[in-house]
């Protein structure tokens, strides 16, 4: 059971990194605004050598390493972050995608689902539990993560599209058209050739 081609989860976490709360901004961070993302790492770096146990840098780093698609040094970056803040449902989501793109669908589980655990988690965890339980060959599991993804964000596009992707596999077309309606109605990309697809 495949799911749809990588609208990547990538793009969700581009604009999460964490800012300083002073109006002046980190170099390195600017550098990752800006896409220069060998440049954010060299400052990061830098900057880690003074402060080797700070989270944020970690963390940040990691989603450079990320941007630049060396998942392997991400990933170490992404566990370290989380030895210092094991409770920090936004590493733990970015560990989760990691393991989604390297097709490793029980460890972006056991990420998501301890993501999903921790009060105020965003409807991201959920969604990517889904995606696991999807790849694991699990519908019925897949389907209520997804369903809480869009629970807790009614305008979650991409939990409708892979929601009623599942839902076409399993031969629920009526229901799959629902959530491809909704899906094309809050504009994410792939929904209405969903539609017109399966629906038409």
Sequence with gaps: ???????????????????CSETKKDP????FERAEYERAVQTYTENLNLKPTDVTLLYNRGRAFQEM??????KIDFESALAYDPNNFQILLSLAA???????????????TKAEEIAGAPAMASFLKGRALHQLGLPEDALKAYGNAIQIDKEFGQAYLNRGLL???????????????LAVV???????????????
């Design 167 to 181: 839902k076409v596999a399993l031969d629920r077309k009526k229901q799959a058209c629902e959530d491809f309606r």
């Design 69 to 74: 698609g060396d998942l392997n040094k991400a």
């Design 1 to 19: 059971m495949k799911l749809l081609p990588k609208v990547l989860i990538v793009s969700v976490f581009a604009g999460t990194i964490w800012a």
């Design 186 to 200: 809050l504009e994410y990309p792939g929904a209405p050739e969903s539609f017109d697809k399966y629906c038409r």
């Design 28 to 31: 390195a961070d600017v550098y």
């Design 98 to 112: 990691v393991q989604l793109e390297e097709k490793n669908y029980a460890s972006a589980l056991l990420y998501a």
